[in-house]
């Protein structure tokens, strides 16, 4: 069995997922919605409510609900940070304002660990 290793993974495209979370995020006239955190390497859901119904089924048709959503997120290598006052925030080390050319590395990453994790399953099912 060959495993593609990080070079060959480089060379696959960035998911559609990446550049409208990115566009959208960056976009001002959503900033009531969802913007980025004030340290620019995370995000903000900021209304829910209106994010589900103005912004998942135009932009992410393949997330249907909320949960989908969030499960999308994390497929793709965001964490969800904790917060005080009860908004949602995710983040990733590569997904920062003004430097999208690092969500390459963010989706290698996370293809990455998804790889590793499936090799690791299908060695203990060997055993």
Known sequence: ?????RSELSDYPLPVFYERLYK????PSSDSIIS??????????RNQKKFIRR????RF?????????ISMLKYYGFSEMKRSDGLLEFGNENFVRGQPMLMKEMHLKAMMKRINKDLTVFKAQRR
Not at 55 to 58: D, E, L
């Open 55 to 58: 912004k998942i089924h135009s």
């Open 61 to 69: 048709p393949f997330s249907s609900t909320f949960e989908k959503f």
């Open 24 to 27: 959208l995020v960056d976009d």
């Open 1 to 5: 069995m060959q495993v593609l290793g």
């Open 36 to 45: 980025w955190s004030k340290k620019s390497k995370s995000f903000v859901i």
